[in-house]
């Protein structure tokens, strides 16, 4: 088995991008979800309830975040505030139940054009070096286990052979396949068999070490086609015919979500991935 794909998501819930290679630091892939847009109570606004935000581009060079939209041209954010300019604004941000989270205000710039798009108020806001969050996953994840504003873990990891399997099955009912791109992985795996995923207590992917999290509960984002904002009713009504949670049936699951044990390094595509036993307690 290799890693097939490998994608980050500069903006929680905005477009994301493939990379071919990604630098690791303790929140996960250096790049991924270090920017969120929130509301004037500092809440993060999501696909959920804004599919319009998958019409916003990202890309990132190695100081400036950029985004993009058809009729909105572009707007660009230091990736880091300047040192020698006035401290960034500091906000209270939440995401889900991590509340009170520290990030950096992007300032107005960045909060109109995003709102013009958007057509909802909004600010961007930033990871910077007060920003710190727990992942609040009990009898997962270790005091060592940190998160940037990603829904819950540093990683979400899919196989090839399982999006395969769920296309097939979307044919047989016949409906059109699926990419990728619905569901938002960091990782992508080729090689192994449909679910595999599921059963892997951790992995290591080239020279980085991760420990598995638990199943990816999956929620209507799944049915936003990426490029265009449009919804349907897949894939949710298909995966709710085989994928429902044992423990909470009203859970459908797609996916595995991962922490990573190796804090530094680099993944790149085409990196071997091995299945490693689970750690002694």
């Known amino acids: 088995m290799h890693l097939s794909g490998l994608f980050i998501y500069p903006v929680k819930s905005l477009r994301g991008c493939a990379v071919g290679a990604a630098d690791l630091d303790e929140l996960g892939l250096v790049g991924d979800r270090r920017f969120m847009v929130v509301d004037s109570q500092g809440r ?8 319009q935000m998958t019409l916003i581009a990202t890309s990132l060079s190695p100081d400036t975040l950029t985004l993009s939209a058809q009729g909105a041209g572009i707007c660009s954010v230091p990736r880091v505030a300047a040192r020698e300019s006035a401290p960034p604004l500091l906000r209270r941000v939440s995401v889900w ?5 520290t990030a950096e205000d992007c300032g107005d710039a960045a909060a109109e054009w995003l709102a013009a798009c958007l057509r909802v108020k909004c600010r961007l806001v930033r990871a910077g070096p007060a920003f710190h969050r727990p992942v ?3 009898g997962r994840a270790l005091p060592s286990d940190v998160v940037g504003f990603a829904d819950a873990y540093p990683f979400l990891l899919i196989s090839e052979a399982s999006l395969s399997d769920l296309n097939q099955r979307l044919a047989a009912g016949g409906e059109a396949p699926l990419p990728m791109d619905r569901f938002r992985p960091n ?6 068999a449909a679910y595999d995923e599921d059963t892997w207590p951790r992995v290591r992917i080239g020279s980085i070490a991760l420990r598995a999290g638990g199943p990816c509960a999956r929620c209507a984002v ?3 086609d990426q490029l265009t904002a449009t919804r349907g009713r897949e894939p949710l009504r298909t995966l709710a015919t085989y ?3 044992a423990e909470d049936p009203t859970d459908v699951n797609f996916g595995q979500n991962f922490f990573h044990e190796s804090k530094r390094g680099i993944l790149r ?3 071997p991935v ?3 036993a689970a750690a002694r307690a």
Do not use: M
Request: charged residues 25%.
């Open 44 to 51: 993060f606004l999501t696909q959920r309830a804004h599919p």
């Open 97 to 101: 139940n991590s509340d009170g989270l």
């Open 136 to 138: 609040l996953k009990p």
């Open 187 to 192: 990782l992508v795996v080729a090689g192994g």
């Open 222 to 224: 799944t049915t936003t």
């Open 243 to 245: 994928r429902r949670d």
């Open 269 to 271: 595509v085409g990196d």
């Open 274 to 276: 091995e299945i490693l």
